[in-house]
């Protein structure tokens, strides 16, 4: 997969810098070209002149060549790379990156990059289980970032744990993996609810639910990542789309939800309905605020449009509509009469009886069911390696539905 590919790896401050020259001799014998972007702290890890031969590039560290006043354009490496890989990448390199700091070539290259972005953390455990450094990591997974996990053992402080930078045998694994997912996509277009709807009720209070919006988003990110043009219908989330494919259309109703779906789902190959839609919005929007009396309270509620089941109506052939199911009991059940109602090719249930799967969590468990029968069950994952999973079996219903 690697053959012809570019890829820019930059190497930050760590011991694990050892394990990018090798690295770099991987990508080298996989037929990738490699440059290679070092921040002044790496240096004192492995010398440039050792990361320049391997790579048979110079080594970019400043913005400009001192010497002779060269300017080191992180506009043209961003797009001249194929991939942009951190690795090692330390707990301050990663925060700058979370925090869109740009005080280096390294970060300035990030910000500017416009091809999948890999990070292979490296740090002492302390570090890397500390609440900055995992909302870094979880903040740059939202918005597209590919995280090789650090591996468990032996660290360079004498402490063992999770925190050593993955051998780079399994980065190039997964660098594969990433080049060989790719484009798989490329020329699709998706739609996808996110999100939880408002219902108001006055001009300050309405009715939602605790949907943060991370499922469906993380399905974005993934669409995106594979080469489809995404539309993002979202509900009041405080999530950011990363991908550049990924055309998000802001609503807060289920009434302007429906109407966005619609009027986006010409062409569409692929639409998911992962918003968690309000069932019932109040008949009547009261113009002021309602005062507080003494006498109970009535609300009218109406049901709102099933914006799923709407779609599984005017569906084109070919088309593959996958929705969602939370359920609480009699799980399967339910489900697959959802999948039938709505005339879903696939859904998604996840129970609310699985600690840290559903509402809020960054991971889920979740059983796929289709229309053909298929009945996968997951493991408990984090939400972006369970969006992937459910993005491959779309891929596999694509290619049913052609045959
Ligand atoms: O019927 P229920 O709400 O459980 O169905 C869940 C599935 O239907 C999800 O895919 C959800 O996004 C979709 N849905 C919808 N419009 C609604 C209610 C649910 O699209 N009004």
Redesign the pocket.
């Known amino acids: 997969m690697l053959k012809g590919k570019r890829i820019l790896l930059a190497v930050t401050g760590s011991i694990a810098a050892y394990k990018s020259a090798m690295l770099i001799r991987l990508f080298i014998k996989e037929g990738a070209e490699v440059r290679v972007i070092m921040t002044e702290m790496a240096k004192n890890f492995i010398t440039p002149l050792t990361m320049a031969t391997l790579s048979k590039n110079p080594i970019l560290v400043d913005f400009y060549n001192p010497e002779n006043g060269d300017w080191n354009s992180h506009v043209s490496l961003g797009l001249w790379a194929d991939l942009y890989l951190i690795a090692p990448a330390s707990a301050n390199t990663l925060s700058k990156m979370a925090g869109g700091i740009a005080d280096n070539l390294l970060l300035t290259t990030y910000l500017s990059a416009k091809c999948p972005v890999a990070v292979a953390p490296a740090m002492d455990l302390d570090m890397y289980r500390h609440p900055a450094t995992q909302a870094s990591l979880s903040l740059l997974r939202e918005r597209g970032v590919h995280v090789i996990e650090p591996a468990s053992g032996e660290l360079a402080s004498g402490l063992d744990g999770k925190g050593r930078m993955e051998e780079p045998e399994e980065i190039l694994h997964q660098v594969d993996e990433l080049f060989e997912r790719k484009a798989t996509l490329a020329g699709r277009k998706v739609i996808i ?1 996110a999100g939880p709807t408002r219902e108001p009720i006055d001009p300050v209070r309405f009715i939602s639910n605790y949907s943060s919006g991370k499922m469906g988003y993380s399905l974005a990110e993934s669409f995106a990542g594979r080469g489809a043009d995404v539309v993002l219908v979202s509900g009041p989330v405080s999530l950011n789309p990363g991908n550049p494919r990924i055309r998000r259309i802001n609503v807060e109703t ?1 009434v302007q939800m429906k109407d966005a779906v619609i009027s986006n789902v010409d062409n569409a190959d692929i639409a998911v ?5 309000a ?1 019932y919005a109040p008949e009547t929007v009261a113009s002021s605020k309602i005062k507080r009396k003494q006498s109970d309270m009535t609300l009218n509620l109406v049901p ?6 709407e779609l599984g109506k005017i569906k084109k052939k070919g088309m593959i509509t996958v ?4 359920e609480t009991d009699n799980e399967l059940e339910n489900a697959r009469q ?1 999948l039938k109602r ?1 005339n879903l090719d696939a859904i998604v249930l996840n129970s609310l009886k699985d600690e840290g799967a559903g509402f809020a969590h960054d991971t889920n468990r979740v059983t796929i069911i289709s229309s053909c029968g298929d009945v996968v069950e997951g493991v408990l994952k984090r939400k972006e390696e369970v969006a992937s999973d459910i993005v491959d079996y779309v891929e596999k219903l694509l290619l049913c539905s052609r045959d």
């Open positions: 609810t289920a309905l992962c918003a968690a839609v069932d709102n449009p099933d914006i799923a089941a929705g969602f199911a939370l959802k709505k």
